[in-house]
């Protein structure tokens, strides 16, 4: 019997080294197989015989990851104080159905993800950044998250950091866990509570249970008998349920905020009964905004705005399966053949409130069946209007009928890696390698409205009958029933609905080639090395392809613009580039073992890269360390990253989309003058007459530009490691870092664009960009009414602060206590100095650090730490407490800026800051099962409050930043690991 187990595994090891010779290549990072002393560290493709490298480096370890209890790697990240919120699974207005890194707060696009030291492909075609739902959780061994530039080391796209997922590619036996975890919270925020009261709302139980996932994995692994190679593969299985706002009281309604600070249920004006705005009112004492009632008009006000907050998710369903295997072979120590095989399959559906129709103009005959006498008076008579003309309305009316609209998500992968490395000769090794990743995306909106239907549905006359019709025979062909919304006494029909409900369709996929081929040398032993140390030079150069597609393919209702709850169309996306790139890499050991010189080390590297797109660039890098004694080492690098336009922010066709936050220019008082606002487009016929949007969502022209240039990025870190003798069991860094990008490739800023124009700030510049509706003045009541802010090489941007990492062991025994075990202590933090954007050369810049709102975005704390105290107890347990710090943040309107300074709200202009308390444990039942568990946010401290007030910003929900803040209460957490 184990002579035919020796068989099985001798033929999967062979079988697994001859299918990878069959497959495509891929790029590597790792040492060769006979030198296992020297290993090659995150930042560098050089081997070298210590785990400090130059570029700071924070890792996350498997441990960590199970401490918190984390069923989503996003969750892991987001817990770094290097990681800003970025998409994720408690996004569901503008999620992509993907969860993204942004290290610094600088864009995910601007952070690299790997895999072993390879290049992930974009995550999906709807945006570039690199998918975390494709890593699978079980397998992943650590996590390292350097700062800063690496793009002469790693190419573009690491311009703020690089992301490095380390995989246990070489397990041995078999592993199976199953996890189990929900949240619970206790509603009872009075102030919120009251607010939803005061609307007749309905509120949540007082203690809810909810949010379940359940997580199954295994990962089995088996090495040759001769020791030479090994093969992993590994099974994810997730289930997510799904949260509503409704099931939490501070997000039960769209909260607003009144000038003196007092809560309210706010919500949108596209309501059930219909808003209806009368375009072309002339009496200058009727506002010419009315709300149906029975089947008359009655002025519109605050109580009658749509509370769209309980049909949206808080926390996306989701459903995912992930499986795949790494494996390698040593032939001998010339060829060890590897290869890389990973798949994933994400469904998950994102709802929010539901369609209608969205402030779009239409044309209704003074004659029509749909209006009763009283509303033709309104309408039409007391504006001149004959029975044969047609009022010019805008008509906001929610499609409550036909429920939430519902983004049906599904994102599958691919991605096969193959290469060949070993030994050369004398001190040379190479690694040769290539990859292929496959994204595919299919996705299908439901619940939508047609607005072409919906104009017919509203072009309506009387048969022979006397039973209003359509009045197109040809839409009556098609299903066409009349939408009866001037008449709230009269249901709208099943048939109405049937012909107005439209889907949307969207499908593409993102393909990413890599090839490339790296050799290491140490050339200490021809003879090239410092008299004053006694390790060689050591270089590592090589070349890489990559080429880089996307393809997004939209039907005919998508592109047109035809769907109401869309803000705008979305136009399908095609293109490619490649780059040919060239790179080295030096580290000179100056001086070893000296008297106040324990080691001094240099190191440089370039990258040369041509890109079929925007052409030629070159990075590199430069630093050094310095260690006086084993005790302290100092460090220094400065890295010249770029980043190049990817397929999206150049080949998107432009189209209008809901990425403006306000109009200070709207509403019966507005916030700007009467001059301001005319510098806008305002007349002064509109001022004071123009609609608020409730909901906060305002229209911009978005879309690529294909004669963008790269990114360039410069970046500077000084830092201290200490790892006294006297502390043996203690680390601590410091390292400052300063990150300047120029050019940056985005929009401008519609707020930006539209309050400098206000202001009179360049306005030969700005003020052209806006372009008002020339009926109503409105920017969101159709699409007339839009701010230019399509993508373009802008400006600056720069970050600046400190980080601080810290572990330290106490074994107990040492103070006095035997038997009891040790203490593990670890510490992570950011110190934030300035982050500082500006939006034009040669413009002035505002500084983000502390701030939060329209134009900064997301909360950016001036401090972030996270520390956690672990107990190994002498009795198979392990308990463990770690202590969340966000510190407190303004809403940028405070700021004297004259760019952010503006018209604060009490109880919206302040965060206090947050502190976050969590517990695990885990106890090991017996050689093979261990038992976790634990729970985070302890004391179910509630999300702070920011609205849509705040910003329109897409990481804005349920009435807070989700993926800043826990939102969702107390998280509990268990699971069962057993291992044979």
Request: glycine fraction near 10%.
């Given at each position: 019997m184990k002579g035919f187990e020796s068989r099985i595994r001798q033929s999967l090891l062979t079988g697994a080294a001859i299918?990878?010779?069959a497959l495509t290549m891929s790029t590597t990072a790792f040492a060769a197989a006979d030198d296992l002393q020297e290993i090659v560290i995150t930042g560098s493709r050089i081997k070298t015989d210590s785990s400090v490298g130059i570029s700071p480096v924070t890792t996350v370890d498997n441990q960590e990851?199970?401490?918190?209890?984390?069923?989503?790697?996003?969750?892991?990240?987001?817990?770094?104080?290097?990681?800003?919120?970025?998409?994720?699974?408690?996004?569901?207005?503008?999620?992509?159905?993907?969860?993204?890194?942004?290290?610094?707060?600088?864009?995910?696009?601007?952070?690299?993800?790997?895999?072993?030291?390879?290049?992930?492909?974009?995550?999906?075609?709807?945006?570039?950044?690199?998918?975390?739902n494709e890593i699978p959780a079980a397998l992943v061994k650590r996590v390292d998250v350097l700062s800063g530039g690496a793009s002469a080391v790693y190419g573009a796209d690491a311009v703020s950091g690089v992301v490095n997922f380390i995989m246990d590619d070489n397990f041995e036996g078999a592993k199976a866990e199953v996890g189990y975890s929900f949240y619970q919270h206790n509603n009872d925020a009075t102030k919120y509570q009251n607010a939803v009261k005061a609307r007749n709302f309905a509120l949540p139980d007082n203690d809810v249970t909810d949010g379940f996932t359940r997580t199954y994995s295994g990962v089995l692994g088996v090495n040759s008998t001769d020791g030479k190679g090994n093969i992993t593969v590994y099974a994810e299985y997730l289930k997510t349920q799904p949260l509503l706002q409704g099931q939490r009281d501070y997000s039960a309604c769209a909260i607003s905020v009144s000038a003196k600070g007092a809560y309210s249920c706010g919500g949108s004006g596209t309501t059930a009964p219909a808003q209806i705005i009368d375009n072309i009112n002339t009496n200058p004492n009727d506002s010419g905004d009315y709300v149906v009632s029975g089947n008359g008009l009655k002025d519109y006000t605050s109580a009658s705005a749509f509370n769209y907050a309980p049909y949206n998710y808080y926390q996306r369903p989701d459903q995912r399966y992930s499986a795949g295997f790494f494996g390698h072979y040593d032939f001998n120590e010339h060829v060890q053949v590897y290869t890389q095989f990973m798949f994933h399959d994400d469904h998950t559906l994102a709802q929010i409130a539901p369609s209608g129709v969205f402030g779009q103009q239409f044309s209704i005959g003074?004659?029509?069946?749909?209006?009763?006498?009283?509303?033709?008076?309104?309408?039409?008579?007391?504006?001149?209007?004959?029975?044969?003309?047609?009022?010019?309305?805008?008509?906001?009316?929610?499609?409550?009928?036909?429920?939430?609209?519902?983004?049906?998500?599904?994102?599958?992968?691919?991605?096969?890696?193959?290469?060949?490395?070993?030994?050369?000769?004398?001190?040379?090794?190479?690694?040769?390698?290539?990859?292929?990743?496959t994204v595919i995306l299919s996705e299908?909106?439901?619940?939508?409205?047609?607005?072409?239907?919906?104009?017919?549905?509203?072009?309506?006359t009387t048969n022979s009958s006397g039973q209003m019709v359509c009045a197109n025979a040809t839409a009556v062909a098609a299903g066409c029933a009349p939408y009866t919304i001037f008449n709230a006494s009269t249901p709208i029909s099943q048939a109405a609905l049937n012909y107005l409900q439209t889907p949307g369709f969207k499908e593409g996929s993102t393909v990413q080639d890599v090839v490339n081929l790296s050799i290491n040398g140490d050339l200490g032993r021809y003879g090239l090395q410092s008299p004053l140390a006694n390790r060689g030079v050591a270089i590592a150069f090589g070349t890489e392809y990559?080429?880089?597609?996307?393809?997004?393919?939209?039907?005919?209702?998508?592109?047109?613009?035809?769907?109401?709850?869309?803000?705008?169309?979305?136009?399908?996306?095609?293109?490619?580039?490649?780059?040919?790139?060239?790179?080295?890499?030096?580290k000179i050991p100056v001086i070893q073992d000296k008297p106040f010189i324990k080691e001094f080390n240099i190191e440089g590297g370039y990258r040369y890269s041509d890109y079929s797109t925007s052409g030629k660039t070159d990075t590199y890098k430069v630093g050094g360390d310095w260690a006086p004694t084993s005790d302290i080492r100092f460090r220094a690098g400065f890295n010249h990253?770029?980043?190049?336009?990817?397929?999206?922010?150049?080949?998107?066709?432009?189209?209008?989309?809901?990425?403006?936050?306000?109009?200070?220019?709207?509403?019966?008082?507005?916030?700007?003058?009467?001059?301001?606002?005319?510098?806008?487009?305002?007349?002064?016929?509109?001022?004071?007459?123009?609609?608020?949007?409730?909901?906060g969502q305002y229209n911009d022209l978005e879309g690529g530009n294909t004669a963008l240039q790269p990114e360039a990025a410069d970046t500077l870190t000084v830092g201290t490691v200490i790892t006294p003798t006297f502390l043996p069991d203690l680390t601590f860094s410091a390292d400052y870092y300063n990150i300047n990008i120029d050019g940056t490739i985005n929009g401008i800023g519609a707020d930006l664009i539209l309050n400098n124009c206000a202001k009179g700030i360049n306005t030969s510049y700005f003020c052209p960009l806006v372009h008002r509706d020339p009926t109503t003045g409105s920017l969101w009541l159709g699409t007339n009414g839009y701010v230019v802010n399509t993508n373009q090489n802008t400006g600056r941007l720069e970050q600046s602060g400190?980080?601080?990492?810290?572990?330290?062991?106490?074994?107990?025994?040492?103070?006095?206590?035997?038997?009891?075990?040790?203490?593990?202590?670890?510490l992570s933090g950011t110190y934030l100095i300035d982050f500082v954007t500006q939006a034009l050369p040669g413009s002035d810049g505002y500084d983000c650090a502390g701030l939060y709102g329209a134009n900064c975005g997301v909360p950016a704390p001036v401090w972030r730490h996270k520390v956690r105290a672990t107990w190994d107890t002498p009795w198979d347990a392990q308990v463990s407490v770690a202590w969340r710090h966000l510190s407190s943040v303004d809403w940028e309107r405070v700021s004297s800026n004259a760019t952010l300074h503006g018209t604060t709200i009490p109880n919206l202009s302040h965060i206090d800051s947050y502190d976050y308390f969590d517990f695990s444990g885990s106890y090991q039942v017996s050689d093979w099962l261990t038992l976790s568990g634990g729970v985070n946010n302890v004391f179910d401290k509630d999300p702070p409050l920011a609205t849509t007030q705040v910003s329109s910003s897409a990481y804005i929900n349920g009435?807070?930043?989700?993926?800043?803040?826990?939102?969702?209460?107390?998280?509990?957490?268990f699971r069962a690991s057993a291992k044979f």
């Amino acid at each position: 019997m184990k002579g035919f187990e020796s068989r099985i595994r001798q033929s999967l090891l062979t079988g697994a080294a001859i299918g990878v010779c069959a497959l495509t290549m891929s790029t590597t990072a790792f040492a060769a197989a006979d030198d296992l002393q020297e290993i090659v560290i995150t930042g560098s493709r050089i081997k070298t015989d210590s785990s400090v490298g130059i570029s700071p480096v924070t890792t996350v370890d498997n441990q960590e990851i199970k401490l918190q209890g984390a069923t989503r790697i996003e969750d892991v990240l987001n817990n770094l104080p290097q990681v800003f919120a970025s998409q994720g699974g408690t996004i569901s207005n503008g999620s992509t159905g993907t969860a993204t890194a942004n290290l610094r707060g600088l864009g995910a696009s601007r952070t690299l993800v790997l895999i072993d030291g390879h290049r992930m492909p974009a995550g999906s075609p709807l945006n570039s950044a690199a998918d975390l739902n494709e890593i699978p959780a079980a397998l992943v061994k650590r996590v390292d998250v350097l700062s800063g530039g690496a793009s002469a080391v790693y190419g573009a796209d690491a311009v703020s950091g690089v992301v490095n997922f380390i995989m246990d590619d070489n397990f041995e036996g078999a592993k199976a866990e199953v996890g189990y975890s929900f949240y619970q919270h206790n509603n009872d925020a009075t102030k919120y509570q009251n607010a939803v009261k005061a609307r007749n709302f309905a509120l949540p139980d007082n203690d809810v249970t909810d949010g379940f996932t359940r997580t199954y994995s295994g990962v089995l692994g088996v090495n040759s008998t001769d020791g030479k190679g090994n093969i992993t593969v590994y099974a994810e299985y997730l289930k997510t349920q799904p949260l509503l706002q409704g099931q939490r009281d501070y997000s039960a309604c769209a909260i607003s905020v009144s000038a003196k600070g007092a809560y309210s249920c706010g919500g949108s004006g596209t309501t059930a009964p219909a808003q209806i705005i009368d375009n072309i009112n002339t009496n200058p004492n009727d506002s010419g905004d009315y709300v149906v009632s029975g089947n008359g008009l009655k002025d519109y006000t605050s109580a009658s705005a749509f509370n769209y907050a309980p049909y949206n998710y808080y926390q996306r369903p989701d459903q995912r399966y992930s499986a795949g295997f790494f494996g390698h072979y040593d032939f001998n120590e010339h060829v060890q053949v590897y290869t890389q095989f990973m798949f994933h399959d994400d469904h998950t559906l994102a709802q929010i409130a539901p369609s209608g129709v969205f402030g779009q103009q239409f044309s209704i005959g003074c004659n029509s069946p749909l209006l009763s006498a009283s509303q033709v008076q309104t309408l039409c008579t007391d504006n001149g209007l004959a029975a044969t003309d047609s009022a010019n309305v805008s008509i906001l009316r929610r499609n409550v009928e036909g429920g939430g609209r519902m983004d049906d998500l599904r994102h599958t992968s691919y991605r096969e890696l193959v290469g060949l490395k070993g030994d050369l000769w004398d001190g040379w090794s190479y690694d040769a390698s290539a990859q292929r990743s496959t994204v595919i995306l299919s996705e299908t909106y439901k619940n939508d409205f047609s607005l072409a239907r919906t104009a017919e549905a509203l072009n309506v006359t009387t048969n022979s009958s006397g039973q209003m019709v359509c009045a197109n025979a040809t839409a009556v062909a098609a299903g066409c029933a009349p939408y009866t919304i001037f008449n709230a006494s009269t249901p709208i029909s099943q048939a109405a609905l049937n012909y107005l409900q439209t889907p949307g369709f969207k499908e593409g996929s993102t393909v990413q080639d890599v090839v490339n081929l790296s050799i290491n040398g140490d050339l200490g032993r021809y003879g090239l090395q410092s008299p004053l140390a006694n390790r060689g030079v050591a270089i590592a150069f090589g070349t890489e392809y990559r080429r880089e597609e996307l393809t997004l393919k939209v039907d005919q209702e998508f592109d047109t613009g035809d769907l109401a709850g869309q803000g705008g169309p979305t136009h399908g996306v095609a293109g490619a580039y490649d780059v040919r790139e060239a790179f080295m890499e030096v580290k000179i050991p100056v001086i070893q073992d000296k008297p106040f010189i324990k080691e001094f080390n240099i190191e440089g590297g370039y990258r040369y890269s041509d890109y079929s797109t925007s052409g030629k660039t070159d990075t590199y890098k430069v630093g050094g360390d310095w260690a006086p004694t084993s005790d302290i080492r100092f460090r220094a690098g400065f890295n010249h990253a770029v980043r190049a336009p990817n397929v999206v922010e150049l080949f998107t066709p432009s189209g209008v989309a809901l990425g403006l936050s306000d109009d200070p220019c709207a509403g019966a008082s507005p916030t700007y003058s009467a001059a301001q606002c005319a510098r806008t487009g305002v007349s002064a016929a509109q001022y004071g007459r123009i609609t608020v949007n409730g909901a906060g969502q305002y229209n911009d022209l978005e879309g690529g530009n294909t004669a963008l240039q790269p990114e360039a990025a410069d970046t500077l870190t000084v830092g201290t490691v200490i790892t006294p003798t006297f502390l043996p069991d203690l680390t601590f860094s410091a390292d400052y870092y300063n990150i300047n990008i120029d050019g940056t490739i985005n929009g401008i800023g519609a707020d930006l664009i539209l309050n400098n124009c206000a202001k009179g700030i360049n306005t030969s510049y700005f003020c052209p960009l806006v372009h008002r509706d020339p009926t109503t003045g409105s920017l969101w009541l159709g699409t007339n009414g839009y701010v230019v802010n399509t993508n373009q090489n802008t400006g600056r941007l720069e970050q600046s602060g400190i980080d601080f990492n810290a572990n330290y062991r106490v074994d107990l025994a040492d103070v006095g206590l035997d038997k009891v075990g040790a203490l593990n202590f670890n510490l992570s933090g950011t110190y934030l100095i300035d982050f500082v954007t500006q939006a034009l050369p040669g413009s002035d810049g505002y500084d983000c650090a502390g701030l939060y709102g329209a134009n900064c975005g997301v909360p950016a704390p001036v401090w972030r730490h996270k520390v956690r105290a672990t107990w190994d107890t002498p009795w198979d347990a392990q308990v463990s407490v770690a202590w969340r710090h966000l510190s407190s943040v303004d809403w940028e309107r405070v700021s004297s800026n004259a760019t952010l300074h503006g018209t604060t709200i009490p109880n919206l202009s302040h965060i206090d800051s947050y502190d976050y308390f969590d517990f695990s444990g885990s106890y090991q039942v017996s050689d093979w099962l261990t038992l976790s568990g634990g729970v985070n946010n302890v004391f179910d401290k509630d999300p702070p409050l920011a609205t849509t007030q705040v910003s329109s910003s897409a990481y804005i929900n349920g009435n807070t930043y989700s993926q800043v803040y826990d939102a969702l209460g107390r998280y509990f957490f268990f699971r069962a690991s057993a291992k044979f």
